[in-house]
C-alpha cells in the first residue's frame, strides 16, 4: 500500500525559510519522479515542482522558481523542497505526489495528506 | 504555458442527477489529461487518466471523454459522496503541469 507522509510545515516570518520532507512507501521509491504541488487557502492546486527518479533533473513553476529547491534520498525514500525567501503568498498546503508514467508527463496517482505552511509577520 | 480552463466553477445538483464538467486547454493536449476529486480538507484523488481511462476502484458512474483541446467529466447519477470539488489537469511535457480552476459540485 502506498503512502506518502509530508512534514515540516508550521508558522514561518516573510523571508524566512523552511524545508519540507515526504516519507514514502509502498512503491519502489527509486523508480518514481516526485512532485510538490500546492493549494491556498480557499484556492485551486499549483503544481511546484518536479525531481526525476535519479535527482538529476529538476523542473519548477515559474512562481517559485529561483527560491525552491526540490531534492531526493532514494536511500531514505524521501523527497524534500527547500523553501527559501517565502512570501506571503506561498502560504498553502502543500502536498507531495507520486507520479504514474502516462505519455509525456505522467499525471499523479497517490497524494500525501498535505502539510500546512503559513508565511505571516 | 498551457492554460486549463474549467466551466462552470460552481454547479448545484440533486442526488440522482446527471452532471458535465467541462475543461479546456489553451492548446492541444492530445489526450493527456487527468481528472482529480477533492473532498473538503482532504487530498486530491485520481479519478479518470488519458482523458478517458477509468481508475481502478473509481464507481463506473463517473467517465471521462476528449481529445485536442476540449474535455469533459460526467458523473451519472450523482451520489452523496459525489458532492466535492473536481479539477482537470494537463500533462503534455515533462517540465510544466498545470489544473483547472476547479469545480465544486453543491447539493440544490
Known amino acids: 500500500q502506498v503512502h506518502l507522509v509530508e512534514s515540516g510545515g508550521g508558522v514561518v516570518q516573510p523571508g524566512r525559510s523552511l524545508r519540507l520532507s515526504c516519507g514514502a512507501s509502498g512503491f519502489i521509491f527509486s523508480d518514481i519522479g516526485m512532485h510538490w504541488v500546492r493549494q491556498a487557502p480557499g484556492k485551486g492546486l499549483e503544481w511546484v515542482a518536479v525531481v526525476s527518479m535519479d535527482g538529476k533533473v529538476q523542473y519548477y513553476g515559474d512562481s517559485v522558481e529561483g527560491r525552491f529547491t526540490i531534492s531526493r534520498d532514494n536511500s531514505k525514500n524521501t523527497v524534500y523542497l527547500q523553501m527559501n525567501s517565502l512570501r506571503v503568498e506561498d502560504t498553502a498546503v502543500y502536498y507531495c505526489?507520486?507520479?504514474?508514467?502516462?505519455?509525456?508527463?505522467?499525471?499523479?496517482?497517490?497524494w500525501g495528506q498535505g502539510t500546512l505552511v503559513t508565511v505571516s509577520s | 504555458d498551457i492554460q486549463m480552463t474549467q466551466s462552470p466553477s460552481t454547479l448545484s445538483a440533486s442526488v440522482g442527477d446527471r452532471v458535465t464538467i467541462t475543461c479546456r486547454a489553451s492548446q492541444t493536449i492530445n489526450t493527456w489529461l487527468a481528472w482529480y476529486q477533492q473532498r473538503p480538507g482532504k487530498a486530491p484523488k485520481l479519478l479518470i487518466y488519458e482523458a478517458s481511462s477509468l481508475e481502478s476502484g473509481v464507481p463506473s458512474r463517473f467517465s471521462g471523454s476528449g481529445s485536442g483541446t476540449y474535455f469533459t467529466l460526467t458523473i451519472n447519477s450523482l451520489q452523496p459522496d459525489d458532492f466535492a470539488t473536481y479539477f482537470c489537469?494537463?500533462?503534455?511535457?515533462?517540465?510544466?503541469?498545470?489544473f483547472g480552476q476547479g469545480t465544486k459540485v453543491e447539493i440544490k
Open positions: 489537469q494537463q500533462y503534455n511535457s515533462y517540465s510544466t503541469w498545470t
Open positions: 505526489a507520486k507520479e504514474r508514467y502516462n505519455g509525456p508527463g505522467n499525471y499523479y496517482d497517490y
